[in-house]
């Protein structure tokens, strides 16, 4: 693996960015999951969702990409359409029967980019380029997704248990990416079980709240 990535360093993002969320409420299966939730981010930071399983991470993380509604409350934002945000969930949305080298380079094609070849390394993946997706180790298909983040660079990521899987490396790599990232006037919203080494500001929801 790669010791550092080549990130694209003419892209920077606008440094008056922000997410203001105010007083929101989430409800699934008729059953209020959270309330009452403000937050706010700034450009350059990073918000750490913390709580128990079925406290509302992922379900935040959900509103905030436009997937689920809003039960109450509002979102403010500069951002026109999803293609400011990048989401990475539970569901890698890999395609199973692709290689490695062809997923890349279809993830580039659609970014009109022609990075796929150096993110072979750059990710620690250039000893299975040609191994079936299907055929990978979970940690390895974490780090394919991790493409997507400097393929088609957004200003807002959201970030569903980043580390889930990944060995040491992996995760330095994580970390190594995200603080590029804000370093470019990035904003970071990762729901995690565990702390992370980016995170600027914290937001604990409490189970069944």
């Given at each position: ?74 979102l403010a934002h500069p951002f026109t ?51 079936i997706v299907g055929d990978l180790s ?25 580390l889930t899987a990944l060995d040491t ?41």
């Open positions: 693996m790669a010791d550092s990535v080549n990130f694209d360093s003419d892209t920077d993002f606008a440094g008056d960015a922000f997410l203001r969320a105010e007083a929101l409420a989430c409800q699934r299966g008729g059953r209020l999951v959270f309330e009452n939730l403000s937050f706010n981010l700034s450009a350059g930071h990073a918000l750490r969702l913390a709580g128990a399983n079925g406290s509302g991470k992922s379900s935040l993380l959900r509103q905030l990409a436009g997937l689920l509604p809003l039960a109450a409350g509002s359409s999803s293609r400011h945000m990048h989401y990475l969930g539970h569901d890698d949305g890999l395609k199973t029967a692709f290689s490695v080298a062809e997923t890349l380079a279809f993830e580039a094609a659609l970014a009109q980019t022609d990075m796929a070849d150096s993110l072979l390394a750059d990710l620690g993946l250039a000893d299975c380029a040609w191994q979970a940690g390895q298909k974490r780090r394919l997704t991790l493409a997507r983040l400097l393929l088609d660079p957004r200003p807002l990521w959201l970030l569903d248990e980043p490396r992996g995760r330095k790599l994580v970390e190594d990416l995200a603080a590029a990232h804000l370093a470019r006037g990035g904003m970071i919203i990762a729901a995690s079980h565990e702390a992370l080494a980016f995170a600027t500001q914290e937001l604990r929801l409490g189970a069944g709240a």
